[in-house]
């Protein structure tokens, strides 16, 4: 049996259960449930039903193909989603320019709309077999700030509809060492979003210039990002490049040292979360690029709150020795409430995890 407390402002609290029928609610619990009904139908009806509704794309949807006015951009070093490959986005606001600034996200004007799409190449080594397209993250930037709003993609992949409330997805590809893999992709709901994209207040996390510095193939040659974004008008105040810091590619050696690498890894996967302003800062744990400090980056620092997540493990970061250290630890658990980053991955990052066990091996 299940039991629901009901609590009114001046009327004694009455357990509800589940062998009761809704009609014997008290009154002002109907009401209740119809307002919030009302709210969701209100909710609903504010954003657009469907992703074509944003005019993104030309042609068929499932090509995505960006429209004139669409920028298309790549990250250095992405956020690992459980395998998933994706189309990153932006428009600005005709007559519009996004501000460069040199740690942050840049500065976007009100009304830019960024597009994630997450989709699933059915062969890694063969991209020519096709892909799957999931899901795609729209964020708005609204007179009130930031909102992100979640579309699901329709079975014939020719629009993908309005999702308030999530979902999961099962999804099945086969990986780059020849095995079938599958996975249950998470589709979050209209509040998840602010659990990755809130700091202060909430905003992009990706778009950076250290993570946008570098080249994208474009239709007339290759060209470093902001360099294009500053000739077509979209970058204002960037400096000379040379000035401009570039993180690296997690997983490409010759973009930086195996510090340089796992320091950019941490720095998308863990530092939105991880930063002296952000919904982790309390753990004193930061991962941002801007920490410097051994002892916040984890070197011999005990959890604040961390429970069932440390593994049994005393340190964040044991130097020289990635399997005593809770790091290595909540980068290779999928279990709910001890696994790191804590939304949006269900499956572990073999590559990545990688990456840390040699970055914490080398330290001194």
């Given at each position: 049996m299940v039991a629901l407390t009901l609590t009114g402002c001046d009327t004694e609290s009455k357990p509800f259960t589940a062998t009761e029928s809704a009609s014997s609610l008290p009154e002002v619990s109907q009401a209740n449930l119809s307002q919030s009904k009302a709210l969701r139908a209100s909710r609903k009806n504010k954003f657009k039903a469907r992703l074509s509704d944003y005019e993104l794309f030309i042609g068929p949807m499932k090509d995505l193909a960006p429209a004139h006015d669409v920028i298309e951009y790549e990250l250095n070093t992405p956020l690992f989603t459980d395998y998933a490959q994706k189309q990153r986005l932006v428009r600005l606001p005709v007559g519009t320019a996004a501000t460069y600034t040199p740690q942050g996200p840049l500065d976007f004007p009100v009304g830019t709309i960024i597009a994630k799409t997450f989709y699933y190449a059915h062969d890694l080594n063969d991209l020519s077999k096709g892909r799957r397209l999931i899901e795609t993250r729209i964020m708005e930037h609204q007179e009130s700030g930031w909102i992100g709003i979640p579309y699901l993609w329709d079975e014939d992949q020719s629009d993908a509809r309005l999702a308030i409330t999530g979902g999961t997805v099962e999804v099945t590809w086969k990986h780059t060492d020849g095995d079938v893999r599958t996975n249950a992709h998470a589709v979050p709901n209209l509040n998840d979003c602010k659990r990755c994209h809130t700091g202060s207040t909430m905003q992009p996390i990706g778009p950076k210039a250290r993570n946008l510095n570098r080249d994208?193939?474009?239709?007339?040659?290759?060209?470093?990002?902001?360099?294009?974004?500053?000739?077509?008008?979209?970058?204002?105040?960037?400096?000379?490049?040379?000035?401009?810091?570039?993180?690296?590619?997690?997983?490409?050696?010759?973009?930086?040292?195996?510090?340089?690498r796992a320091r950019a890894y941490l720095e998308v996967n863990c530092g939105h979360c991880h930063n002296p302003a952000g919904p982790a800062r309390n753990s004193g744990l930061h991962l941002n690029a801007e920490a410097d400090h051994p002892y916040r980056l984890g070197v011999f620092k005990t959890p604040v709150a961390a429970g069932k997540g440390t593994g049994g493990r005393l340190y964040a970061i044991v130097p020289g020795k990635p399997h005593e250290s809770i790091m290595e630890y909540r980068m290779q658990t999928v279990k709910a409430g001890e696994v790191m980053p804590e939304f949006g991955k269900a499956l572990v990052h073999k590559e990545g995890l990688a990456l840390l066990q040699q970055w914490i091996a080398e330290m001194d």
């Amino acid at each position: 049996m299940v039991a629901l407390t009901l609590t009114g402002c001046d009327t004694e609290s009455k357990p509800f259960t589940a062998t009761e029928s809704a009609s014997s609610l008290p009154e002002v619990s109907q009401a209740n449930l119809s307002q919030s009904k009302a709210l969701r139908a209100s909710r609903k009806n504010k954003f657009k039903a469907r992703l074509s509704d944003y005019e993104l794309f030309i042609g068929p949807m499932k090509d995505l193909a960006p429209a004139h006015d669409v920028i298309e951009y790549e990250l250095n070093t992405p956020l690992f989603t459980d395998y998933a490959q994706k189309q990153r986005l932006v428009r600005l606001p005709v007559g519009t320019a996004a501000t460069y600034t040199p740690q942050g996200p840049l500065d976007f004007p009100v009304g830019t709309i960024i597009a994630k799409t997450f989709y699933y190449a059915h062969d890694l080594n063969d991209l020519s077999k096709g892909r799957r397209l999931i899901e795609t993250r729209i964020m708005e930037h609204q007179e009130s700030g930031w909102i992100g709003i979640p579309y699901l993609w329709d079975e014939d992949q020719s629009d993908a509809r309005l999702a308030i409330t999530g979902g999961t997805v099962e999804v099945t590809w086969k990986h780059t060492d020849g095995d079938v893999r599958t996975n249950a992709h998470a589709v979050p709901n209209l509040n998840d979003c602010k659990r990755c994209h809130t700091g202060s207040t909430m905003q992009p996390i990706g778009p950076k210039a250290r993570n946008l510095n570098r080249d994208f193939v474009y239709a007339d040659g290759s060209q470093n990002q902001l360099v294009h974004w500053a000739k077509i008008g979209a970058l204002e105040g960037l400096p000379e490049l040379d000035t401009v810091s570039q993180l690296a590619v997690w997983d490409d050696n010759s973009t930086g040292s195996v510090n340089d690498r796992a320091r950019a890894y941490l720095e998308v996967n863990c530092g939105h979360c991880h930063n002296p302003a952000g919904p982790a800062r309390n753990s004193g744990l930061h991962l941002n690029a801007e920490a410097d400090h051994p002892y916040r980056l984890g070197v011999f620092k005990t959890p604040v709150a961390a429970g069932k997540g440390t593994g049994g493990r005393l340190y964040a970061i044991v130097p020289g020795k990635p399997h005593e250290s809770i790091m290595e630890y909540r980068m290779q658990t999928v279990k709910a409430g001890e696994v790191m980053p804590e939304f949006g991955k269900a499956l572990v990052h073999k590559e990545g995890l990688a990456l840390l066990q040699q970055w914490i091996a080398e330290m001194d």
